[in-house]
C-alpha cells in the first residue's frame, strides 16, 4: 500500500475522531479510572531474586538447603582500628554488644571478643575461659596475655580477630524468625542502625561498618527507593522543561503531561489487577523511556499541527492534517519501539522480561492518550489567519530550513558519508567481539551508594568477603555425617578447595569451613590441647560424642554446618572476588572433586547465589544474544512491511546497525560488562532509534510519491521533520542523562551507553539514511 | 562452651504443703514464696525423655537418668545420657554450692565421662550461662534452675484458670533487665501454689516462650510435675520432658553414685 493511501485513511480517522471527540473523551476517562482502581495493588520488589528467572528452582534449592540447616542469618558489626585490643575498641565493642541485645528484637546472643568462651585442654580435664570475663582489664601487660592467647587460637584468628589485630567481628546471632525477611528486616535494622550511628559509638580508634543480611536488605531497599523516586522527579521535571521549550504552549505542556502520568497509572495499573509483580530499578526505565517517548511523539503532531496551522490558520484542519502527517509513522515507530522491548520476553531474566512487557504495554498506551488527547484538546479553539510569514515558505521555520541547507551538503558529500560511517561500523566490531559478560552484583551496584562501599571495604578486609558458594553433601542415611572416613574427606575437599584461584585466603589460611574444623578443635580440647589431636578421631563413637558434648554444651553452630539427623552438611566456602569466568572453572573443579570423593552420596554438589550467576552467566549470554537477534528480526520484518518493500527494510535497517555496534564497541574497549542491566541496552536503542529512521524513510517515501524524485524528496524531509527528529533525540538523550548521575554503576552505564547510541542513531539517520536512499533508490525509479 | 550447671527441677518438681491463706492476703511477692518453700526431697532419682521438636518439624529424641542428693552445703547431682545409641554413657557429675547471703556463691565443679575416651575429664568454667539453651532445648539453664527471689519484683494480676485449675497470675519483671526474657507471667494454683503455667516476654514485650506444666502427681507427698512443655511462639520449635520412675528419698541413692569413679563404671542405671 501506498504511503499517502495510509495517511488518508488517517485523515479519515482524524475527521471521525473530532465528529465524536466527546466520546473519545468519555472513553479515556473510563479507561483511566478502571486502570487507576488496580494501582493501590502495584509490588514492587527489589533483590537478587528478580533476577532470576528461575527463581522458584532457586527457591528450592535454597529452601532445601534452609530445610537441613535452618536460616543464616546474623547481625554483623565490623570493627576496623588500629589496634582492636585498644582498652577503648574493647569498650566499644563490649557496650556495643550489651546495646544491641537489649534493644534489638531477634537478637538473641553476641560472639565478640568481649564474650568468648574458649575450651582449653589441660592434664585434668578442659577449662572453658573467657579471656575478658571481668572486663576490660587496666594493666597493659594483661591485655597483651589476652591478646597472645586469643591468637594462639587457631578457630579465632583470621576469623574473629585479623591475625594483625586490626580488624575484628561483632557477631550478633537472631532467632529463626517465622515472619518474611521484609517484615524481619523492618523491625531489626532500624534500632540497630541507630545504635551503630550514636555518638557514644563515635571515635577516631575504631570504626563500626554493619553488616548482615536483614540490614543491608534494608539498607538496599531505602537506598534504591530513594533513587527511584528522586530520578521520577527528576525525569518529570526535564519533561515539562522540554515540553515548555519546544512547544511554547501551555496546552503543549500539561496534555503531554498528563497523558503520560494517566498512560503509567492506567498501564502499571492494569498490570497490578493482572497479579503482575514489577521490579522497582526497572521501574525507572519504564517511567523515564515513557516520559521521553510522550514527548517524543506530542512534539511530532505538534510541529506538524503548527505547521499547518501557521499557513492555513483553520485548527480543526490542521489537526486533521497533522494526524495525516504523523499518525501512521508514529504508530509504526509505536510499534517498533514495542517489539523492542518485548524482544526482552526471549531473554528468559525475570525483571528484563518485566520491563520489556511493561514499557512495549506503556508506549502503547502513551500513543492512545497522546492521539486521542492532543488532537482533540488542539482541536478546541479559534481560528486565525494565516501567518504570512510561513505562507511562502509551506510552514516551514528558520530552523527547518537550516536542516534543509544541512541535508544538500550531507548529499553533496554522499561518498565521503557513507566510508566515514561504515569504517567507524567496522572498528566497533572488534569491541562487540571483545565483550565480556560478568554479573557482579556489587559492580553493578557500585561504590557511590555508600552501603555498598561499605560493604566493599568489608569484603577487601582480611576478615570480610562479599561472594561464597557451599558445597552440599548428603546422604540418605542418618549419621552418615559422622564416619571418619566422610569428614576425613571433607577435609581432603576443603584443602583442595583451598588451592583455587577464587578462594578467598587469611593469613595463609583459606577461608573454607565445615563442621570438621570443630570436631578437630574439641578432640583437641579433650586431650591436653595437644596439636596433634587436632585432626578427626579415628573412631565414629568418639566424634559423635565430641558433637553431643558441643551440642548440649550450647554449641548452636554445630547445626550450622550439619542437618540435625546428620546426614548432611555442607563446605563454606569464601571468595576472593567475583570474576564470573573464573568462578565457573572453579565450580565446574568443584562439582569434579565432589563426584571422585563422594560417589556414594545420594546428592552432592555446589548450592548458593554464585552457583546461580554462573548459571545465569551462559543465559544472559544466550538471552542477550536471543533479545538482540529478536528485536534486530521482528524490526526488520515491520519495516519491509511498513515499506512494502525487502530493499527499503534492508536499507532503513544499517542506520540502526550502527548505533548498536557504537553501543558494544564501547563496552568492549572500555571494558565495560555485560550484565543483567547493560543486557537491556541495546535491544531498547535499537526499539528507539528505529524510530527516527521510520519518520524520516516514510516521510521521503511520501514526498516520493508525491514527485517522483529522490533528491527533492530527501531534502523536504529534511526540512519538514529534520528539526523534530533533533528534538526528539535531545529530549530522550536528556531523559537518560538523568541515569547517569545516578549512584547506581548499572543505571548510570545505561545513561551513557544509551545517549551515545541515541547521538549515534541520529547521526545516522542524518548521514546515512539519505544517502543510501539515494544512491539505492529503493522507491523505484525517478520522473525525468 | 557454656557450663554444665545442675538440674535442680525445684520450681516444677516441688514438694506440696498445701498453705490455706487466701488471696486477698496474699501479695505477688508473698505468692512467690509461698511457692518457692514448698518443701523438697533431699534425693530423687528420675528418667527423664527429652523431646526437641524443631521448626520444620523434625523431632529428636533423648533421654537421661538423673539422680541428685542435697548434702545442705552442697548438691550433687549426676546425669547420665542412656539415648541415642552412640552416645549412650555419656555422663555428668557436678557439684553445685547453694547462693551465700551476700550473693557470691563458689563455682560449681563439673566432671564429664565419654565413654569413647574411656576417662572422665573434668571441666573448670569461671562463668554461668544461665540463658544457654539446656541440651540443646527450648529451656534455658535459669528455666531449670532456681531463680534467687530477689531478682525480680512480683504484681499480683489476679486469677484466671489454666487447664481447669485456679491459678493466681503474677507478674515477675527481672530488677537486672539483662536477661533475653526479663517478664514472665506465672500462673500458679490457688491451693498448692505449684506453676501451672509461665509466659516468657523477651526484652521488647513480646511473647517468647510459653511453659505448660501437666501430668502433676504426689510420689511419697512431694509433688511432681511430669511434663514439661517449652514452646517458643517466635521461632515455632518446642521442647517437652517427660520425667518416669521418679523415686525420692530412696535409701538406693548413696553416696558413692555421686563420684568419678560411679562415672567410669556405668554404675548410674
Known sequence: MKTAQINERFESFARFQLKHRKAFLIFLIVFTVLGCIGLPRLKLTNGEEDWFDNWEQVQMNQDHFESIFGSTDTLLAFIKADDVFDPEVLDAIDRLGDEIVANVPYVEGVSSLMSLSIPIGTEEGFEVINPFEDGVPEDPEEIEKVRDFILSRESLVNVLVSDDCTETWVIFDLEQYSESLTEAMNKIAPPAMEIFNSDSFKSDKYRILPAGLSYTEYEEEASTYEQVVSRIAIGFIVMIFFLAFFTRSVKGVVVPAVATVFALCTTLGFSALMGIEGNMIMLMVTVLLSMALSVGYAIHFINAFKMHFRRTGERKESVVLGVKDCGWALLFTVITTMAGMLSFLAGGIKSMRWVGGITAAAVFCIYLYTMVLLPILSSYGKNTKPDGKYVSSQGSTAADLRMERAGKKVLKHSTLVMIAGFAIMLAMIPGVLGIKVNMDYSDMMGERTPYIKRLMEITRSKLGSQYSYDVLIEYDEEDAIKDPEVLNKMEELAARIGTLSMTKVSGGKPRVSSVTTIIKEMNRTLNEDNLEYYAIPDDQDLVSQILFLYEISGGDNVYQYVSEDFSAAYLHVELNGYDAEECVQNLDQVEAWVDELFPDAETAGVVGEVMQYAIMNGKLVRGSLRSIGTSFIVIFILLVIAFGSLKTGAIAMIPNIAPILLIGGIMGYGGISLDMVTALIMPMIMGIAVDDTIHFTNHIKYHFELCRNYRTSILNSYREIGKTMTMTTIILCAMFTIFIFSTINALCRIGYLSVIGLAGALIADYTLTPVLILITKPFGKEDK | ?269
Open chain 2, 1 to 269: 562452651m557454656k557450663k554444665i550447671r545442675i538440674l535442680v527441677l525445684a520450681l516444677l518438681i516441688a514438694l506440696c504443703a498445701l498453705m490455706t491463706v487466701s488471696a486477698e492476703e496474699l501479695t505477688g511477692l508473698q505468692i512467690i514464696r509461698e511457692s518457692d518453700n514448698l518443701p523438697q526431697p533431699d534425693t530423687s532419682s528420675v528418667k527423664a525423655t527429652l523431646v526437641i521438636h524443631s521448626k520444620k518439624g523434625n523431632e529428636k529424641t533423648r533421654q537421661v537418668i538423673m539422680k541428685s542428693k542435697d548434702y545442705g552445703d552442697v548438691t550433687k547431682e549426676v546425669i547420665v545420657f542412656t539415648a541415642p545409641k552412640d552416645v549412650s554413657g555419656v555422663g555428668y557429675l557436678m557439684f553445685n554450692y547453694p547462693e551465700n547471703s551476700d550473693g557470691t556463691k563458689k563455682d560449681s565443679e563439673n566432671w564429664l565421662f565419654m565413654p569413647a575416651l574411656k576417662k572422665v575429664k573434668r571441666i573448670a568454667s569461671s562463668g554461668t550461662e544461665a540463658e544457654g539453651n539446656f541440651m540443646g532445648t527450648d529451656f534455658t539453664y535459669e528455666d531449670m534452675g532456681d531463680r534467687a527471689i530477689s531478682k525480680d519484683t512480683y504484681t499480683l494480676l489476679g486469677e484466671e484458670v489454666v487447664n481447669g485449675v485456679n491459678c493466681y497470675k503474677v507478674k515477675c519483671e527481672s530488677i537486672a533487665r539483662t536477661e533475653k526474657d526479663p517478664d514472665r507471667i506465672a500462673y500458679i494454683g490457688t491451693e498448692d501454689f505449684l506453676l501451672y503455667r509461665c509466659e516468657f516476654y523477651d526484652r521488647h514485650g513480646s511473647l517468647h516462650r510459653v511453659l505448660e506444666c501437666s501430668d502433676i502427681e504426689y510420689i511419697d507427698g512431694y509433688a511432681c510435675t511430669k511434663v514439661m512443655k517449652m514452646e517458643n511462639v517466635q521461632s515455632g520449635t518446642w521442647s517437652k520432658i517427660t520425667l518416669s520412675d521418679v523415686q525420692y528419698n530412696t535409701s538406693a541413692i548413696d553416696d558413692s553414685l555421686f563420684t568419678v569413679a560411679a562415672l567410669e563404671q556405668g554404675r548410674i542405671r
